[in-house]
C-alpha cells in the first residue's frame, strides 16, 4: 500500500482573490507544497465576484486522499475558496454518427451536442465518400464532466434521432 | 443420461448432425421427422440410410411427422426453424414431448426467447426436463457455463453472437469494402443466407440475448424479443469502420444482458479487445459477481458445432 490515497485525479477549485500584486501567488504556493501539481490558472482579471474581488479557477491534479488537505491548506493561508470539486471536463467519450450528415447540418448537430449534451468537442473526423446521397460518418471525441458520459450519450442520441442519424456508441465496460 | 432414446425433429444442418452424431455419443435415435415426413424404428433408426434418403429424396422416411412426435424416445430433439411470436410449430412440439413426460433438449430459439414463462410451467407439471444450450452460441458452453456458477453468481452477459453480422463487419474494416458488398461475398462463401434479414437486423442476435437474460433473471422476470432494442448493421458504411480503425477502435453488433434489460446495437469496442472477434466467431463476456470477468468465445454455428451442444445437453439430462 501506497499513502499517495489512489490514482492521480484532475480538480478544479475556484478561488477569489483581492486585486493586489503577490495575492496570486500566494495563493498558489499551498497548492504545490500540498503535494498538488498545477495544471492551468485561469484569472478572470475582467470579471469581479459579487464582493469585488477576482475569480480564479484553477485545475490541478493529485491524488484524491491529498485534495482535502490542499483545500484546507489553502483556506488556512486565508485564501478565499469558493468551490472545490472533481468538476472538470475530464471524461472522455468517443462516438461515431452516420446519416446524411452534411445536408442535416453538422455544424448545428455539433452546436446542440455542445450545448445540450454538455460536452466539448475536443476532435471531429467526417468520411463523406463520393456520392451526396451516400451517408456519410463522423467521428466525435468528447470531452464530459466526470460520471455524466451516460447523460451526454442520452442527449447525444436525441439530437440524432431528431435527425435521423445514427450513433454508434462506444462499449465502455469492455475497454476496460 | 446415457444410452437415450432419441426422436428428431427437423433434418436440417442440425438435426441431420444430431442423428449423424448421436451414436458416438452413446445414443440411439428411434424417430427423425422433417417437414413431410418421419421415419420411427423403437430399435434405432439405419441413420446413414435416413440421411441418404433425405439427400436424395427430400424426405427422411414414409411415415407422418406426428408418428415420430408420438413414438418411442426418452428426449425429443427439436430442431425445426425457429419462429417469432407464438414460436409454432416448435413450441407444440416440445409442449408434446414434456406432456408424456419425456425430456426436450431444444436447438430452436422460438419457444425459449418467445414463451420461456409457459415453457418453464410445462416442465414443472412434467418429470421432463427441458435443456437448450444450442440456442445460444453453437458449441459454445455458455448455458452450462451459467449452470455451473448459478445465474445469481452472473450479473450482466455482453458479446457477439451472430456470425454473419460478425464476418460482414470484420470483412468491411479489413478490405474497406461496403456493406452490400461483403454481404453478396458472404452469402456466396454460404455464410450469409439468401435472405440474411434475421442475421443482419440483429434479430438472431437478440432472441439469444432474450434467452440470455431469460436465463439469468432465473423467473423473476420474463423477457421476449419485444423487451429488446435492437439495431442492426445494414447502415452502417464503410467511413464509420474507418473512422473507427483510425482510433483504434472497430464496429461489432453487439449486444447486452442485464438486469435492465436486452440490447443489440453496433457498438465501437478497442480494435485489440476481447469483443473483437473476426469471422464467423462468436464471444461472450460473463460479468461474475466474485469471479471477474469470463470470456468465452468459439463456434457459434453449423450443423455439427450446433449438434455437438445437442448431445452435451442429453448426456446432462439427469435420468
Ligand atoms: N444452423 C445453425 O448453425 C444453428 C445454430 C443454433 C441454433 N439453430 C436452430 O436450430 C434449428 C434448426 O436449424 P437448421 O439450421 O437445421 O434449420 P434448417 O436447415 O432450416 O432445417 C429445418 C428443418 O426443420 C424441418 N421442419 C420444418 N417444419 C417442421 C415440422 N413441422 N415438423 C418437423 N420438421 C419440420 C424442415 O423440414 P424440411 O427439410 O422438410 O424442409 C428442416 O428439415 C433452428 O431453429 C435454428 O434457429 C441453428
Request: no cysteine; aromatic share 4%.
Given at each position: 500500500m501506497s499513502d499517495t490515497g489512489g490514482e492521480v485525479q484532475t480538480y478544479t477549485v475556484r478561488l477569489e482573490l483581492v486585486d493586489e500584486p503577490g495575492e496570486l501567488l500566494g495563493a498558489l504556493q499551498p497548492i504545490a507544497e500540498a503535494g498538488g501539481n498545477l495544471l492551468s490558472i485561469y484569472h478572470e482579471r475582467g470579471n469581479l465576484t459579487p464582493r469585488g474581488h477576482i475569480p480564479v479557477e484553477v485545475d490541478l491534479s493529485c491524488a484524491p486522499a491529498r485534495f482535502e488537505t490542499i483545500v484546507e491548506s489553502l483556506r488556512e493561508a486565508g485564501v478565499n475558496v469558493i468551490q472545490a470539486g472533481s468538476e472538470r471536463y475530464d471524461e472522455e467519450l468517443v462516438v461515431i454518427l452516420v446519416g446524411h450528415l452534411v445536408d442535416t447540418d453538422l455544424s448545428d448537430t455539433l452546436r446542440q451536442v455542445e450545448s445540450c449534451a454538455d460536452a466539448s468537442l475536443t476532435d471531429l473526423s467526417l468520411s463523406a465518400p463520393r456520392g451526396s446521397d451516400d451517408t456519410s460518418s463522423a467521428r466525435l471525441r468528447l470531452k464530459t464532466r466526470s460520471g455524466t458520459n451516460g447523460k451526454a450519450l442520452d442527449k447525444l442520441r436525441e439530437i440524432a434521432a431528431d435527425k435521423e442519424l445514427q450513433v454508434v456508441e462506444p462499449l465502455t465496460e469492455a475497454s476496460q | 443420461m446415457s444410452g437415450a432414446r432419441l426422436a428428431v425433429l427437423g433434418a436440417g444442418a442440425v438435426g441431420r448432425s444430431v442423428v449423424e452424431l448421436a451414436a458416438e455419443y452413446g445414443h440411439t435415435v428411434t424417430a427423425v421427422a422433417d417437414s413431410s415426413s418421419a421415419v420411427v424404428d423403437?430399435?434405432?433408426?439405419?441413420?446413414?440410410?435416413?440421411?441418404?434418403?433425405?439427400?436424395?429424396?427430400?424426405?427422411?422416411?414414409?411415415?407422418?411427422?406426428?408418428?415420430?412426435?408420438?413414438?418411442?424416445?426418452?428426449?425429443?430433439?427439436?430442431?425445426?426453424?425457429?419462429?417469432?411470436?407464438?414460436?409454432?410449430?416448435?413450441?407444440?412440439?416440445?409442449?408434446?414431448?414434456?406432456?408424456?413426460?419425456?425430456?426436450?433438449?431444444?436447438?430452436?430459439?422460438?419457444?425459449?426467447?418467445?414463451?420461456?414463462?409457459?415453457?418453464?410451467?410445462?416442465?414443472?407439471?412434467?418429470?421432463?426436463?427441458?435443456?437448450?444450450?444450442?440456442?445460444?452460441?453453437?458449441?459454445?458452453?455458455?448455458?452450462?457455463?451459467?449452470?455451473?456458477?448459478?445465474?445469481?453468481?452472473?450479473?450482466?452477459?455482453?458479446?457477439?453472437?451472430?456470425?454473419?453480422?460478425?464476418?460482414?463487419?470484420?470483412?468491411?474494416?479489413?478490405?474497406?469494402?461496403?456493406?452490400?458488398?461483403?454481404?453478396?461475398?458472404?452469402?456466396?462463401?454460404?455464410?450469409?443466407?439468401?435472405?440474411?434479414?434475421?442475421?443482419?437486423?440483429?434479430?438472431?442476435?437478440?432472441?439469444?440475448?432474450?434467452?440470455?437474460?431469460?436465463?439469468?433473471?432465473?423467473?423473476?422476470?420474463?423477457?421476449?424479443?419485444?423487451?429488446?432494442?435492437?439495431?442492426?448493421?445494414?447502415?452502417?458504411?464503410?467511413?464509420?469502420?474507418?473512422?473507427?480503425?483510425?482510433?483504434?477502435?472497430?464496429?461489432?453488433?453487439?449486444?447486452?444482458?442485464?438486469?435492465?434489460?436486452?440490447?443489440?446495437?453496433?457498438?465501437?469496442?478497442?480494435?485489440?479487445?476481447?469483443?473483437?472477434?473476426?469471422?464467423?466467431?462468436?464471444?461472450?463476456?460473463?460479468?461474475?459477481?466474485h469471479a471477474g470477468r469470463l470470456n468465452i468465445s468459439g463456434r457459434g454455428a453449423g450443423g455439427p458445432e450446433t449438434a455437438t451442444a445437442v448431445l452435451s445437453d442429453v448426456s446432462r439430462l439427469v435420468e
Open positions: - | 423403437p430399435d434405432g433408426v439405419d441413420t446413414e440410410a435416413v440421411l441418404d434418403r433425405k439427400a436424395d429424396a427430400g424426405v427422411v422416411g414414409d411415415a407422418d411427422p406426428a408418428d415420430a412426435i408420438e413414438g418411442p424416445y426418452d428426449v425429443l430433439v427439436e430442431a425445426t426453424p425457429t419462429t417469432l411470436g407464438d414460436a409454432e410449430p416448435g413450441f407444440s412440439h416440445v409442449k408434446q414431448g414434456l406432456d408424456r413426460d419425456k425430456h426436450v433438449v431444444l436447438a430452436n430459439k422460438g419457444p425459449v426467447a418467445e414463451r420461456y414463462g409457459e415453457l418453464r410451467e410445462l416442465e414443472a407439471d412434467s418429470e421432463g426436463e427441458i435443456r437448450f444450450e444450442a440456442t445460444v452460441g453453437g458449441a459454445i458452453p455458455i448455458l452450462s457455463t451459467i449452470e455451473d456458477f448459478g445465474a445469481n453468481h452472473i450479473t450482466a452477459a455482453r458479446g457477439v453472437l451472430n456470425g454473419t453480422a460478425n464476418f460482414i463487419l470484420s470483412r468491411m474494416a479489413a478490405e474497406g469494402l461496403d456493406y452490400e458488398h461483403v454481404l453478396a461475398e458472404a452469402q456466396d462463401l454460404g455464410v450469409a443466407e439468401a435472405d440474411p434479414t434475421f442475421d443482419v437486423e440483429g434479430i438472431d442476435a437478440a432472441l439469444k440475448f432474450v434467452i440470455l437474460s431469460n436465463v439469468l433473471a432465473d423467473g423473476d422476470q420474463e423477457f421476449t424479443l419485444d423487451d429488446a432494442a435492437v439495431d442492426g448493421i445494414t447502415d452502417i458504411p464503410g467511413t464509420a469502420l474507418d473512422l473507427a480503425a483510425e482510433d483504434g477502435r472497430t464496429i461489432r453488433l453487439i449486444g447486452e444482458s442485464t438486469p435492465e434489460g436486452v440490447s443489440v446495437a453496433p457498438r465501437l469496442v478497442p480494435a485489440d479487445g476481447p469483443l473483437s472477434v473476426t469471422g464467423t466467431l462468436n464471444i461472450v463476456q460473463l460479468e461474475t459477481t
